[in-house]
């Protein structure tokens, strides 16, 4: 298994707020409920890693962690939960959108999406941001382990309008975690790959929320 060290470092709520490195940042997008804590937890072997981000308070929020040298995953909040009040989740789109229009420090987004629904209109417009700034974007299907071998290649076929191959994805198998492992390390200095050009170092106005 490929060491992949990760460690929780601060959270922010805005684009302000977000931390002052020069690390290499990965953005880990999906809605509620599709399975992102828990593929956090496996791609690090911590089971309690992502537990950080469901703290109270936090939830709501760009959750980041340090992973090895270079790098760092900024766990996006959960969006689409039917029960949240419509202010605060217009709130959570802007300040996604905002750090993922305007973040320096980033170089690719995991997109995420139930491997048995496929991508749908929110997943599409994280593809389109970030093919408008030339971010690298990876596809998850999450718990592939509910598809019956029979039913994979339909899976697959649902995120044809990704345009990116997805990984299948299972936080309880351990299906595709490697994988997703090895395409997150490969984006860092570490590794033998290139910096990507977006990934310098961003100045924010504050220090960043130790929290
Ligand atoms: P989050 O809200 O996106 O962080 O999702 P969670 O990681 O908390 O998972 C939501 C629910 O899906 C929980 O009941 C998990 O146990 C379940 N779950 C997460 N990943 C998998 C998976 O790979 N396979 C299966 N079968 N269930 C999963």
Do not use: H
């Amino acid at each position: 298994m490929t060491k992949f060290s990760a460690r929780f470092a601060t959270s922010a709520l805005a684009l302000d707020e977000c931390p002052r490195w020069d690390r290499i940042e990965v953005a880990i997008a999906g809605r509620s409920n599709v399975g992102k804590s828990s593929l956090l937890n496996a791609l690090a072997d911590a089971p309690n890693l992502a537990r950080t981000s469901k703290t109270p308070g936090r939830t709501r929020r760009l959750n980041f962690f340090e992973v090895g040298e270079s790098l760092a995953l900024a766990d996006l909040p959960g969006y689409g939960y039917a029960k949240m009040p419509q202010t605060e989740a217009r709130r959570i789109g802007a300040a996604m959108r905002e750090y993922l229009a305007r973040r320096e420090n980033l170089a690719a987004i995991v997109i995420l999406a139930d491997a048995r629904r496929g991508p749908e209109e929110e997943e599409l417009e994280l593809k389109a941001i970030a093919k408008r700034r030339g971010l690298e974007t990876i596809v998850a299907a999450t718990k592939c382990d509910k598809l019956k071998q029979s039913e994979r290649a339909a899976a697959c076929k649902r995120f044809a309008p990704m345009r990116v191959e997805p990984i299948l994805c299972s936080a309880v198998t351990g299906e595709g975690v490697e994988q997703l492992r090895r395409r997150i390390l490969a984006l860092g200095r570490d590794e033998a790959s290139p910096r990507p050009a977006q990934a310098s170092p961003q100045r924010a106005q504050r220090a960043p929320d130790e929290r």
